[in-house]
């Protein structure tokens, strides 16, 4: 198994800075995607941010120049930098991984639990 374990969510001011921070563990042999998905109250998750092992990303459009997500692939770690935040950027977050554990013969997709983000405006 593989598990995901996000960190840093909280309540900021509109205009304000959170950085989220998310390591996967487990019995890990590769990782291809690491990305940040947003579940916003009545909504359905979308996403937010991914970056491939070479460390290409891809950023939905409203928050593109506000957000930035690095990784470190010997760590197994991905971070979210988020600026300038906005009222509408309000939901749980969520660390996405596609990866091919150990022994395994395909890659699969992981969540972890979520963190609250909520900008108040």
């Known amino acids: 198994q593989v598990q995901l374990v996000e960190s840093g969510g909280g309540l900021v001011q509109a205009g304000g800075s959170l950085r989220l921070s998310c390591a996967a563990s487990?019995?890990?042999?590769?990782?291809?995607?690491m990305g940040w998905y947003c579940q916003a109250p009545g909504k359905e998750r979308e996403l937010v941010a991914r970056?491939?092992?070479?460390?290409?990303?891809n950023y939905a459009d409203s928050v593109k120049g506000r957000f930035t997500i690095s990784r470190d692939n010997a760590k197994n770690t991905v971070v979210l930098q988020m600026n300038s935040l906005k009222s509408e950027d309000t939901g749980v977050y969520y660390c996405?991984?596609?990866?091919?554990?150990?022994?395994?013969?395909?890659?699969?997709?992981?969540w972890g639990q979520g963190t609250q983000v909520t900008v108040s405006s």
């Open positions: 996405n991984a596609v990866a091919l554990e150990l022994g395994g013969w395909a890659f699969r997709t992981y």
């Open positions: 487990g019995r890990i042999f590769s990782i291809s995607y």
């Open positions: 970056i491939t092992s070479s460390g290409s990303p």
